[in-house]
């Protein structure tokens, strides 16, 4: 069975920084894509980032610059990195892996609880 679990999220001042991080388990190849959501009530859930098993990263035009996404493959983990936080990027995060990389909500097959993070001005 699949199990994301996500940590780190928080409140924090405009142009603060954040970090969160996603636990995978039940994973039998290391050949899956990781991606970060977010999600505001109401809203449509939005791609972040993304990283592939080589380490490839893809990233929203509203975070580039900002945020940056790694993984482990060896501890089936991620990391998004959050810098220069504005008060927009306040959401629930989620982490989810799909076998096929990019933002589009769509193709992730699995999710995890998700992270709230609010950015205050």
């Known amino acids: 069975q699949v199990q994301l679990v996500e940590s780190g999220g928080g409140s924090v001042q405009a142009g603060g920084s954040l970090r969160l991080s996603c636990a995978a388990s039940?994973?039998?190849?290391?050949?899956?894509?990781l991606g970060w959501f977010r999600q505001n009530r109401g809203m449509e859930r939005e791609g972040v980032a993304s990283?592939?098993?080589?380490?490839?990263?893809d990233y929203a035009e509203f975070v580039k610059g900002r945020f940056t996404i790694s993984r482990d493959n060896a501890k089936a983990t991620s990391t998004l990195e959050m810098n220069s936080l504005k008060p927009e990027d306040t959401a629930m995060y989620y982490c989810?892996?799909?076998?096929?990389?990019?933002?589009?909500?769509?193709?992730?097959?699995?999710w995890g609880q998700g992270t709230q993070v609010t950015v205050s001005p």
């Open positions: 990283i592939d098993n080589n380490g490839r990263a």
């Open positions: 989810a892996s799909s076998w096929w990389c990019g933002l589009n909500r769509r193709t992730y097959n699995y």
């Open positions: 039940g994973l039998t190849t290391g050949r899956y894509c």
